[in-house]
């Protein structure tokens, strides 16, 4: 067997207070016990478990972190916050990690995640709450979805599924606003 070389990591402490100053997480309590990753709902489209980011972030692989499908494909559901013995807001540090990665441009060309998770944000900055039909057509316009779906004739299941939401009541036609957008936008507004 060959000797391989392999690459020596150095740890970069700068990454980790950087996170915890900007996020206030303190993402340094994890002591790797995974709980996180083996509540998470979605780690089958991971291509890096959440045990594995925190990892990165102690170690300063901010490249590896910021790059990583994780964070975009993280829902948000805080499994792994509640499940974390230490209490990290580990879903936090997520949304932690895609505004870093918003702010320095990373991994979001030709994103769909990405693409899904902006167009989401900006419904609900719009209206305060989701419009889904609005949602899925302007995510379908800004990825190119929707030509893909007109030019292969799969957009009749689409409109099939759309046709039985709409029947139960699931889909409206029609967005409805909510009460407090000024407070909603308000929160937009503030900075990590």
Known sequence: M??????????????????????????????QCRKCTNGCPVTFAM??????ILRFIHLGLRDLAL??????????????TTRCPNEIDIAGLMDYLKQA??????GTKDNKTYSFHQVFLDDVKRRGRVYELG????????????????????????ARLGFDMFR??????????IKGKKEVKKLFEQKY
Request: charged share 30%; glycine share 6%.
């Open 2 to 31: 060959e000797n391989e070389a392999s690459e020596v990591i150095s740890p970069d402490f700068s990454f980790l207070q950087q996170v915890e100053k900007e996020s206030g997480i303190k993402a340094s309590a994890c002591y």
């Open 67 to 80: 790059n990583s499908a994780t964070i975009w494909v993280c829902s948000a559901c805080e499994t792994c």
């Open 168 to 177: 139960k009541g699931r889909l409206p036609l029609v967005s409805k606003g």
């Open 135 to 158: 949602l899925m057509g302007m995510y379908m316009m800004k990825t190119g979805e929707g030509i893909k779906k007109l030019s292969d004739n799969s957009w009749r299941k689409d």
């Open 47 to 52: 291509d890096y478990y959440p045990d594995q």
């Open 101 to 106: 990665a918003k702010k320095m441009r990373i």
